[in-house]
């Protein structure tokens, strides 16, 4: 409805401006008084020309018969009411007395014309007339007072000059008047006066206003029914996102509840599919916690439950060796559930300090080698090598403490399962716009279809004769959630020979460069 309302107030104060039409009532208004003085002097012209004659002086006078017969005359083509002075100003001749039997005069007075406006858009009108459209300096002219400003323009004209004048009656209805002189060989004889009421004014006024209130309804009706289609097309789509987002808010629904308008193509349409594709988000972390909780809840049952095992045979065992083995399983038990729940508080901090850290040029060819360097120094008698194979300068955009852990949780994971004085290879170089980092390892690589898998919370899949409990299951799926976070990719694959043998694993980082 607020569109409605809207469309409808904007239409509806331009309509009322254009209807006032004060300019073109102005203009109206003089157009029509030039032309009333325009034909009193052509009134002038034609009793001087045929309406004199000479008297026994030779000068020239206004003859009353043939003067009151021209005036007649041109009234019947104009309806303009005429008056006829001499030059001493008595009245001549007037459009609207006709001479009686007797000596009598009888006045004519025009009826107004016939209003055959009916009904209540008439009367409408009749209103905006009278009221809203008035001419606003209609009120500041001077009352039209028949004798005294026929009188005024008379005398204007018997002084030779052409006068014309507005005024408005009792009732507040314009009148205009005008005046010329009636001379004969710069003689002056007399004057003609022209009065009519601006009931042509009005009239001409009404029926611009009723195109106009035409044209405004047309135009009314097609702003409603674009307005009804508009609401029906915005706010009904919005309503139905609205009430979708609260179910959803609710714990009624999800993704698919939420209504798809991408169709559109257009800005509710956006707005479906960005609703859709944040609840689909938020359902999608939704479950990840719970599994994320689910499997925390496995991880730590095992090692509670073989502690809590241990914790009852040596309660009832009496012999001092086995109850000290016993009481090793429980401390082997309590480590590993320590490292679990380290590793689980830093996997669970891992998005929020992510989202708050911001990410920042990091010369990635100084950390690798760095990294390779830390590990040579500390390294133990026959533990495997490793070497940065080549590397070019390279410079990402990342969080250089979470990129060295990525690196450093790949190594480490290579050297696990690496042989004594092995070689673990890292390598760096451009590919296109990106930075790629290889870690490779000569150890048994990785089970076929578990590719994917090993960057799964808590999956371990450990080299033999390695102690149970020895590593978390997390390292793998912390570095992903870090170079994916960063807008990378991480990958594993074996590397094989000619004939198809596994000799290694090999995991590549994909980083965009800055």
Known sequence: MRILAINMLALIVLGVGVLYLGRYQ??????????????????????????????????????????????????????IRTRLYDRTGGLFGDSHQLGGQGGYIIEVEPLPPPRNHIGWLNRAFDWIDDTIDAWPGRSLLPLWQDQASVADQMGQALEGNIAGALWQDAEGRLVLSAAAPVASFREILGAVVLTKNGAVIDESLRQVRLDIVKIFVVALAVTVLLSLYLSGAIGRPIRKLA????????????????????????????????????????????????????????????????????????????????????????????????????????????????????????????????????????????????????????????????????????????????????????????????????????????????????????????????????????????????????????SASNRNDATGRVHGARFTVRLPLA
């Open 26 to 79: 102005d203009r109206l208004i003089q157009s029509e008084l030039e032309s009333l003085r325009a034909e009193a002097r052509l009134f002038s012209g034609v009793l001087s020309d045929s309406g004199t004659v000479r008297d026994i002086e030779l000068r020239y006078r206004l003859d009353p018969a043939k003067s009151r017969n021209l005036i007649r005359r041109l009234v019947e083509t104009t309806g």
């Open 243 to 490: 009430t979708a987002a609260d179910r959803v808010r609710h714990g009624l629904g999800r993704a698919q509840t939420i209504p798809d308008f991408a169709s559109r193509g257009d800005e509710i349409g956006d707005l479906s599919a960005a609703l859709r594709d944040m609840t689909q988000a938020l359902t999608d972390r939704m479950d990840a916690t719970e599994r994320f909780a689910a499997d925390v809840a496995h991880e730590l049952k095992n090692p509670l439950t073989s502690a809590k095992s241990a914790i009852e045979t040596a309660a009832k065992v009496e012999d001092p060796a086995q109850r000290v083995r016993l009481l090793q399983i429980v401390q082997h038990d309590l480590t590993r559930m320590d490292r679990l729940i380290g590793d689980i508080s830093n996997a669970s901090r891992l998005d929020a300090e992510l989202a708050r850290e911001r990410s920042e040029p990091v010369d990635l060819t100084a950390m690798l080698q760095a990294l390779v360097e830390v590990h040579e120094s500390t390294r133990d008698d026959g533990a495997p090598h490793v070497t940065l194979q080549s590397a070019v300068p390279l410079t990402v955009r990342g969080i250089d403490t979470r990129l060295f852990q990525v690196f450093q949780n790949l190594v480490g994971n290579a050297l696990s399962f690496s042989q004594p004085d092995d070689t673990v290879r890292v390598e760096a170089r451009r590919d296109g716009g990106h930075a790629l980092v290889t870690v490779e390892d000569d150890g048994p690589g990785i089970p076929e279809g578990k590719l994917e898998t090993i960057f799964e919370r808590f999956y371990s899949e450990r080299p033999k004769g390695e102690r149970f409990g020895q590593h978390s299951g997390l390292g793998l799926s912390i570095s992903k959630q870090i170079v994916e976070a960063l807008g990378g990719q991480i």
